[in-house]
C-alpha cells in the first residue's frame, strides 16, 4: 500500500474513532500508554489556574487538550530525527506517520466540544508533517491531497506565513499539477 493510500485510509476513518496502526512485517504493533502523564506539582495545587481567555472548558476537555498539545510537541523532533537518518521511508518515516494520524484523530475528536478560536481549530503540524513526508518522497499529489484534507477540517495555519493553502500552492507547483475545482476554492479564498 503507497503512503498516499495508507495516509487517504487515515482520513477516511469514521469521525471520532482513531485509527490503527498498521504493524509492518515483522514487527509489533507498538501500544499506547493506558494513564496519562503525571500531573506536575503545580497542577495538583489547591490554588485554581488562571482562567484563559478562550471559553471555560471542562477538565475532561483540558485534559484531552493538554494531551494532544503533548502530542503535537513531540511531532517536529520526530520528524527531525526522520530527516536527519535520510530515509522518509524507514520505520522511523512510518511511526511518525501514525503519530500524525493519532494526532488528527484526537483532533477531530476535540474539535465539536473547542471554541472556535481555540489555537487546536486551526492548527496543523500533523497535517503539515505528513504533507513534508510526502514532499520528500517526490509525490506532490499526496502532499496536496493532504493539504486539501488540512483546509477541509480547517487546519489552515501550518506555522507558515502562507499557511496550509501556500503548502498546497507550493505542492502543486513542485508536482506541475492542476488544481481541483475545490483546491482552487481555497486557493483562491480569504486565507490565502
Given at each position: 500500500?503507497?503512503?498516499?493510500?495508507?495516509?487517504?485510509?487515515?482520513?477516511?476513518?469514521?469521525?471520532?474513532?482513531?485509527?490503527?496502526?498498521?504493524?509492518?512485517?515483522?514487527?509489533?504493533?507498538?501500544?499506547?500508554?493506558?494513564?496519562?502523564?503525571?500531573?506536575?506539582?503545580?497542577a495538583?495545587?489547591?490554588?485554581?489556574?488562571?482562567?484563559?481567555?478562550?471559553?471555560?472548558?471542562?477538565?475532561?476537555i483540558?485534559?484531552?487538550?493538554?494531551?494532544?498539545?503533548?502530542?503535537v510537541?513531540?511531532?517536529?523532533?520526530?520528524?527531525?530525527?526522520?530527516?536527519?537518518?535520510?530515509?522518509?521511508?524507514?520505520?522511523?518515516?512510518?511511526?511518525?506517520?501514525?503519530?500524525?494520524?493519532?494526532?488528527?484523530?484526537?483532533?477531530?475528536?476535540?474539535?465539536?466540544?473547542?471554541?472556535?478560536?481555540?489555537?487546536?481549530?486551526?492548527?496543523?503540524?500533523?497535517?503539515?508533517?505528513?504533507?513534508?513526508?510526502?514532499?520528500?518522497?517526490?509525490?506532490?499529489?499526496?502532499?496536496?491531497?493532504?493539504?486539501?484534507?488540512?483546509?477541509?477540517d480547517?487546519?489552515?495555519?501550518?506555522?507558515?506565513?502562507?499557511?496550509?493553502?501556500?503548502?498546497?500552492?507550493?505542492?502543486?507547483k513542485?508536482?506541475?499539477?492542476?488544481?481541483?475545482?475545490?483546491?482552487?476554492?481555497?486557493?483562491?479564498?480569504?486565507?490565502?
Amino acid at each position: 500500500m503507497s503512503l498516499f493510500h495508507s495516509i487517504k485510509k487515515i482520513f477516511s476513518t469514521p469521525e471520532g474513532e482513531q485509527p490503527a496502526a498498521e504493524p509492518t512485517e515483522g514487527e509489533q504493533s507498538p501500544s499506547l500508554p493506558e494513564s496519562a502523564p503525571e500531573p506536575s506539582p503545580a497542577a495538583t495545587s489547591p490554588v485554581p489556574p488562571p482562567i484563559s481567555p478562550q471559553a471555560p472548558y471542562s477538565e475532561d476537555i483540558m485534559e484531552q487538550r493538554t494531551e494532544y498539545a503533548v502530542m503535537v510537541d513531540k511531532l517536529p523532533k520526530a520528524y527531525n530525527h526522520v530527516r536527519e537518518s535520510g530515509s522518509f521511508t524507514s520505520p522511523a518515516a512510518e511511526e511518525l506517520i501514525r503519530q500524525c494520524a493519532l494526532v488528527i484523530a484526537q483532533r477531530r475528536v476535540l474539535l465539536p466540544s473547542l471554541s472556535p478560536n481555540d489555537w487546536i481549530a486551526s492548527h496543523g503540524e500533523a497535517y503539515k508533517r505528513l504533507a513534508m513526508i510526502c514532499e520528500k518522497r517526490e509525490d506532490y499529489e499526496g502532499a496536496a491531497e493532504i493539504c486539501l484534507t488540512a483546509l477541509r477540517d480547517g487546519a489552515t495555519n501550518d506555522g507558515s506565513q502562507s499557511g496550509m493553502a501556500g503548502r498546497l500552492r507550493r505542492m502543486l507547483k513542485k508536482g506541475r499539477l492542476q488544481p481541483t475545482d475545490e483546491m482552487r476554492q481555497y486557493l483562491e479564498g480569504p486565507s490565502s
